[in-house]
């Protein structure tokens, strides 16, 4: 018995292992093809069949792609806006997610379709409405408007958060309403703990679409010393298309605090919890 | 009976006490922006000169009289019947394949979510590149195998497929959703079922999945919402051709309103579409008995 479980084990682990490295193949390419592009000289930048290992390896890229704009400033202000709009999707958020999962106030199934309807219409007719009410705020040319919004929630996040608040079993606030509890202590002491791995899902989607935005910023920011890490790096773009060397090279350093951030925080996927102290 | 009243009066206030931050949100944010490109869906607006009321007519325009929006709405269908549930099994797939407990799990994890974070410039030329007729990637593994490819974004028929390839490459998003939706799935109805015999297979049909149904009903309602407002990937791969055969809703839409400078056409399209996606996402929180919430709804 013991000896069959250890050999469908190794089965289904050389398995795993295949699928995954095929996969990864697939997956990693045009992140490999990124790196090896930021290290061609120009001239190599559009041969086909295409050249994957650079030769002559060209570091200097790198240098010259970080010195031609001012990147530290860019980096600067976009991660300030960053962290900002990922302190604002947490708390706006996780509130709404649990009044729309758990509290049933008056009004909220139309609230929450409000909310999703939000999502609904294509921003390409929403953004130069949004840009007057941002300039009469006095708000263009500011980071304001790229973070300040994260505050005031976000349907994709709410409703993420809402279906994983629903996934928990009520039996915990019956008992805690029981003990006197409030909706807020029973929020705050059973339900976020509880979902951790879904705080750290709303953290990671809330960096990306920060880091990556490029629409926003665009349309909001005009002087140089605001610009963020994406409107850097269309400064190479707009420059005659010469420069996809340096592009590349530029683009692989900004993408790597994007890599570091999910490799930290996916060691928490971890399968199954154990919910100790539960019906099980 | 007065009792009941002051604490059903209660319950309302601490609700909207959780809610009213984005229920702000929307009013200062959403609200203004959809309440105007409502008034302009029926007006004739060019941005330059103010917009003027014209009533249903750019309604009545886009159903009876023009071919194109017909066609983007088609493709647009198309797009989304096939890439969502091609998209949510792959994710979830894939998912299941990264929540092993094997050594270096954290690599791979983070090479599959490559792909979604890697910059747009990048992915548009590695896409065109692998759907190159001749040298791509695609064709060379097709004629490894004697099979002659198609000339993908060239060819009308086999653009579409194409611009759908390319979207199964970004499932990164719905992966990391599924991914910690796995992870709320306690151990304990695993090792009963393993105790019954159940294999892999069988576990993840009996218990995985109408476990982690919100997840999965949250990926579908958002992966409707998203692909039918699908624009990048076929504005920077096809531009909507060849001979309109990728033209999508939005891309047309963005054509209208910025290129042709039909700004109230353009609004009265997104209305269109606003309702399209409403009504399927009404009919799927409708019809979401499958979907199985631990602590009831």
Same mark, same amino acid.
């Given at each position: 018995m013991g000896r069959n479980i250890s050999f469908r084990d190794t089965y289904r682990i050389t398995l795993a292992y295949i699928l995954l490295t095929l996969g990864a193949i697939v997956f990693g390419l045009p992140f490999f093809w990124m790196l090896s592009t930021s290290l061609k000289p120009i001239e190599d930048v559009f041969l086909i069949p295409i050249k994957w290992i650079p030769n002559p390896i060209k570091w200097n890229n790198y240098v010259e792609a970080l010195t031609a704009v001012p990147f530290g400033r860019y980096?600067?202000?976009?991660?300030?806006?960053?962290?900002?709009?990922?302190?604002?999707?947490?708390?706006?958020?996780?509130?709404a997610a649990y009044g729309f999962a758990r509290i049933p106030f008056k009004g909220r199934d139309i609230l929450f379709f409000l909310l999703l309807g939000t999502m609904m219409l294509p921003s390409q007719v929403t953004i130069i409405p949004l840009f007057i009410i941002f300039k009469q705020l006095g708000w263009v040319n500011t980071h304001l408007p790229l973070y300040i919004p994260s505050f005031f929630g976000g349907a994709f996040y709410i409703f993420l958060l809402r279906q994983y608040f629903m996934t928990l079993p009520t039996e915990l606030e019956e008992a805690a309403i029981i003990d006197g509890c409030g909706y807020m202590r029973i929020?705050?002491?059973?339900y976020l703990p509880l979902s951790k791995n879904a705080?750290?899902?709303?953290?990671?989607?809330?960096?990306?679409?920060?880091?990556?935005?490029?629409?926003?910023?665009?349309?909001?920011?005009?002087?140089?010393?605001?610009?963020?890490?994406?409107l850097g790096l269309a400064g190479f773009r707009s420059e005659m298309g010469n420069y996809w060397h340096y592009l590349m090279a530029a683009s692989v350093v900004a993408v790597i605090p994007c890599i570091l951030l999910y490799f930290f925080f996916q060691r928490y996927f971890i399968e199954g919890i154990a919910l100790t102290g539960l019906k099980s | 009976m007065k009792l009941l009243k002051s604490k059903k009066l209660r319950i309302n206030l601490i609700g909207y006490g959780f809610v009213l931050l984005s229920v702000l949100g929307i009013f200062f944010f959403?609200?203004?922006?959809? %309440?105007?490109?409502?008034?302009?869906a029926f007006c004739n607006y060019d941005i330059i000169?103010?917009?003027?009321?014209?009533?249903?007519? &750019?309604?009545?325009s886009i159903l009876f009289n023009d071919k194109i929006f017909w066609r983007a709405f088609v493709n647009t269908v198309y797009y989304v019947g096939v890439? *969502?549930? @091609?998209? @949510? $099994?792959?994710? $979830?797939l894939i998912a299941i394949l990264l929540n092993q407990k094997i050594r270096g799990m954290g690599i791979y994890r983070t090479i599959f979510y490559l792909p979604t974070v890697t910059s747009g410039v990048a992915m548009a030329l590695i896409w065109t590149w692998v759907l190159n007729p001749s040298f791509?990637? %695609? &064709?060379? *593994? @097709? &004629?490894?195998?004697?099979?002659?490819?198609?000339?993908?974004?060239?060819?009308?028929k086999w653009a579409m497929p194409g611009i759908i390839l390319v979207a199964l490459w970004q499932v990164g998003t719905q992966v990391v959703i599924f991914l910690s939706g796995l992870q709320n799935v306690p151990i304990q109805f695993y090792e009963a079922a393993e105790i019954d015999g159940a294999g892999g297979f069988k576990k993840h049909l009996f218990i995985t999945i109408p476990l982690i149904s919100p997840i999965f009903f949250f990926n579908l309602v958002i992966g409707? %919402?998203?692909?039918?407002q699908v624009f990048d990937k076929v504005y920077i791969m096809t531009a909507g051709g060849p001979a309109n055969a990728t033209i999508v809703y939005v891309m047309y839409l963005y054509e209208k309103a910025f290129t042709w400078l039909q700004m109230g056409y353009g609004s009265a399209l997104a209305w269109i579409l606003f309702f399209i996606i409403m009504m399927l996402t009404l009919l799927q929180f409708r019809f979401s008995k499958w979907v199985y919430y631990e602590g009831g709804r």
């Open positions: 980096f600067i202000n976009s991660t300030k806006i960053t962290l900002l709009s990922i302190i604002g999707h947490l708390i706006s958020c996780t509130l929020f705050w002491d059973i705080l750290i899902t709303v953290v990671i989607f809330s960096f990306m679409g920060s880091w990556n935005d490029f629409f926003r910023p665009l349309i909001f920011i005009n002087s140089p010393d605001k610009f963020t890490v994406p | 959403n609200l203004g922006p959809m %309440i105007s490109s409502f008034y302009l000169t103010p917009p003027k009321f014209i009533g249903l007519t &750019n309604f009545y890439s *969502v549930p @091609l998209r @949510l $099994f792959l994710a $979830f791509g990637i %695609i &064709n060379m *593994v @097709l &004629n490894f195998f004697g099979i002659q490819g198609p000339a993908w974004l060239g060819d009308p409707i %919402i998203q692909s039918f």
